[in-house]
């Protein structure tokens, strides 16, 4: 069901469809904005906090903002489809699927942000948060043999109105490109982290874009699921910000992103999803690049320690220039940490506004 034309906006089925959205995002939002303070709280108490790098001096901000996020889109999600379910039919395999590829992909990031996994580790260990999406996808093909349902979101919905249909390669699809889009969202949107308000910037800014496309172009499950990844990513700005009040952690980013994969799946929208994306294609090449080919030992640590210049601008290290889009960037003009996030949001929104443009045409 989408609700592209003015027609269907209009229509009682379109109209209780916005009212889903607009429950799914406030509900999301206001969990994200409850649940945060208390928690800074108790990060802090509890001695959980890391430094922020990219300020001079010893500043400290709370982790594990994500928590948060767990909460606000599991919830959010489940109020919903519950309230749906007693309004009338609904069919709940795709939420259930989207919610536990989040927390999967969740508790893969609070290992990490508790005992610093390898890159490398962590990409193979996001891989299984896709498994969701393969379950709820098989049917019983007789005999006891479960088979691949390719009725269910059967193509890929490509710009300029085409459509690339599941059963021309059912199998490679779920168990290949499903497996790697999944951990490579997750990773891309982690990796692409690092300065106050990005993380939780681009992640709103992607869902949101990919709500509006979902609108046009996906189903009723992919809609609401980016409405409550769209809550829970602006509360976590909110208090993510510069100046940060909380940092999100892997267990955020990797969840969140790992999100709006699934979404973008179930919605049948991956074109859309990775053009909304597109900027965290230069990290996931750099990384590729430099972990993998050339083998830089010490980019990591190049990675988390910008130069702070006297005037609170930001540089690369000398020889860390292209290890990052913001470290691009910043060799091309040296920019206050608040500037250089407002530039990486207008990229990203950029490409939002590209996949969305192209949905509708």
Known sequence: MNIG??????SPASQMLLLAIGMAFTFSLAIAVIALPGLIKKMRQGGMVGKDVNKPGDVHVPELGGIAA?????????????IEKLA??????PYLAAISVFFIASMIGLIDDI?????????????????????????????????IDTAVNAFIALPL???????????????????IGVTGVSNAMNMSAGYNGLE????????????????????????????????????LYMFNRHPARVFIGDIGTLGLGAAIAAGAVIGGIEVYGFIAIAPAFYEAASTFYYSVIRKVPDRRHACHNPVIR????????????????????????????????????????????????LSVL
């Open 310 to 357: 006297d005037d609170g601008t930001l540089e690369p290290p000398k020889g860390a220039e292209r290890y990052t889009l913001a470290y691009w960037l910043l060799s091309r003009r040296p920019m206050t940490e608040r500037r250089l996030v407002r530039v990486l949001l207008t990229l990203y929104a950029a490409a939002g506004v590209a996949a969305l443009a």
């Open 115 to 147: 005992s610093n996994i390898k890159q490398r580790v962590k990409a193979i260990a996001v891989v299984f948060a896709s498994l969701p999406l393969l379950l709820v996808h098989f049917k019983n093909g007789g005999n006891g043999v479960g088979v």
């Open 70 to 82: 767990v909460f606000a889109f599991t919830i959010s999600l489940s109020l919903v489809i519950g």
């Open 200 to 235: 939780s910037g681009q992640i709103a800014i992607v869902s949101g874009f990919l709500l509006a496309v979902s609108a046009f172009k996906g189903t009723l499950e992919s809609v609401l699921i980016f409405a409550s990844l769209t809550g829970a990513a602006l509360g």
């Open 5 to 10: 034309s003015l027609e269907d906006i209009l």
């Open 88 to 93: 009338g039919n609904i069919f709940e395999p």
């Open 161 to 179: 109105g085409g459509k690339l249909p599941f059963e021309w390669f059912p199998y490679l699809y779920w168990f290949l490109l499903v497996p």
